[in-house]
């Protein structure tokens, strides 16, 4: 089992900026990869960035040039540093750690964290 705790999100304004974190515990390998994934309201969760072992990250179209992911392996941990905030990045963020076990997806998740941009 993989426990992932995010912290970071909160109310910003058109424009502003916000850092999002997750720290993972007990069964995480530095092979896993981690991400992020956003739910908004009525809306599927989907796929927000996503970075790999070796530190090559992976962003959906829309967050291009406004967010980045980076993880620490020594600490275990995951960021999501998002930038030019748009009202449509309103959303419960998640933090995801994903591995394959043979032909098996394996997902962990985190408890959520709110981010609402609005002024």
């Known amino acids: 089992q993989v426990q992932l705790v995010e912290s970071g999100g909160g109310l910003v304004q058109p424009g502003g900026s916000l850092r999002l974190s997750c720290a993972a515990s007990?069964?995480?390998?530095?092979?896993?990869?981690m991400g992020w994934y956003r739910q908004a309201a009525g809306k599927q969760r989907e796929l927000v960035a996503q970075i790999d072992s070796g530190g090559s990250p992976w962003l959906e179209s829309s967050v291009k040039g406004r967010f980045t992911i980076s993880r620490d392996n020594d600490k275990n941990t995951v960021a999501l540093r998002m930038s030019s905030l748009k009202p449509e990045d309103t959303a419960v963020y998640y933090c995801?750690?994903?591995?394959?076990?043979?032909?098996?997806?394996?997902?962990?998740w985190g408890q959520g964290t709110q981010v609402t941009v609005s002024s």
């Open positions: 995801n750690v994903w591995r394959r076990d043979g032909a098996t997806n394996i997902n962990f």
């Open positions: 007990g069964n995480i390998d530095r092979s896993d990869v």
